[in-house]
C-alpha cells in the first residue's frame, strides 16, 4: 500500500478527514486503481491505493473546502484550506493521475474564487437553494437607485485621487456593512432580503470598479 504523503496526512487532519486512522464519509464509486469502493470524502483521494480519483464535478463548493455551507467564512482559513487542497492535487504520478489532477484544480479555483468574494459568494448560496439573484431592478427601492444615481455623478465630477479615494472609502465600509446583513439574513433563510441586498452591492461594487478605473488613469498621467 501506498504511503500517505505528508501534505496529505496534514490537511485531512487539518480538515477533519481522518478519524482513528481511516478516511470517513458518504458511499462514493469504486476506485479507478484498485476498484474497491473508497470510503474518502469527496472522493478525491482513494482511501485504499490513496490514487487521486477522478473529479466529482458536482461538489460542493463548501464541502469541497470544508466549510459549513455559511455565508460567514473566514478569509485566512479559505485561503490556507485552498492552498493546501492545491498542493494535493499536483501529482507526478500516472497520466490519468495528471488529467484528474487538472480537473481537481480547476474546480478547486472555481470553488475559492466563487466563495472568497460575498457576492459570488451570496449568489452560490441562492443557486444551492434553486433561486437566482434579480437581474432587474424590481429588487430595489427609488431611494437608493436615486443614491446610485447620485454616486456615479460624484465619481464622474471627482478631478482629484483625494476625493476618489474618500468615495472608495465610502463604499468599502457600505460593502463591509452589506456582508453582515447577507450573513444575518441567510441564517434566518430571509432570501427576498439576500436578494434585495446581494442587488445593491452589485451596484456598490459596480461604482467601486468605476473608481479603481478612474484613479489607475489619473496615477497614470502623473
Not at 487538472?102 to 474546480?107: M, Q
Request: glycine share 4%.
Amino acid at each position: 500500500m501506498r504511503r500517505v504523503p505528508s501534505a496529505l496526512r496534514s490537511f485531512f487532519s487539518t480538515a477533519g478527514y481522518f478519524q482513528k486512522g481511516r478516511f470517513y464519509g458518504t458511499s462514493t464509486p469504486a476506485c479507478w486503481n484498485c476498484k474497491k469502493q473508497s470510503l474518502c470524502k469527496q472522493n478525491m483521494i482513494c482511501a485504499n491505493c490513496r490514487r487521486l480519483q477522478d473529479v466529482n464535478s458536482g461538489i460542493n463548493y463548501f464541502e469541497l473546502l470544508d466549510f459549513p455551507t455559511s455565508f460567514a467564512v473566514e478569509g485566512q482559513k479559505l485561503t490556507q484550506r485552498f492552498r493546501q487542497l492545491q498542493g494535493l492535487v499536483h501529482p507526478d504520478k500516472s497520466t490519468r493521475e495528471q488529467n484528474n489532477s487538472a480537473d481537481w484544480s480547476s474546480l478547486i479555483n472555481k470553488a475559492y474564487k466563487t466563495l472568497s468574494k460575498p457576492l459570488e459568494r451570496g449568489q452560490y448560496m441562492l443557486e444551492l437553494q434553486g433561486e437566482q439573484m434579480p437581474q432587474d431592478n424590481t429588487a430595489l427601492n427609488k431611494a437608493f437607485l436615486m443614491d446610485m444615481m447620485e454616486r456615479n455623478e460624484e465619481v464622474e465630477d471627482a478631478a482629484d485621487s483625494g476625493t476618489l479615494e474618500q468615495l472608495n472609502a465610502q463604499i468599502i465600509k457600505e460593502l463591509d456593512t452589506m456582508a453582515q446583513t447577507l450573513s444575518a439574513c441567510f441564517e434566518v433563510n430571509d432570501l427576498a432580503a439576500v436578494k434585495a441586498t446581494l442587488v445593491e452591492m452589485k451596484y456598490l461594487l459596480s461604482i467601486q470598479s468605476t473608481i479603481k478605473k478612474k484613479l489607475q488613469r489619473l496615477m497614470g498621467n502623473n
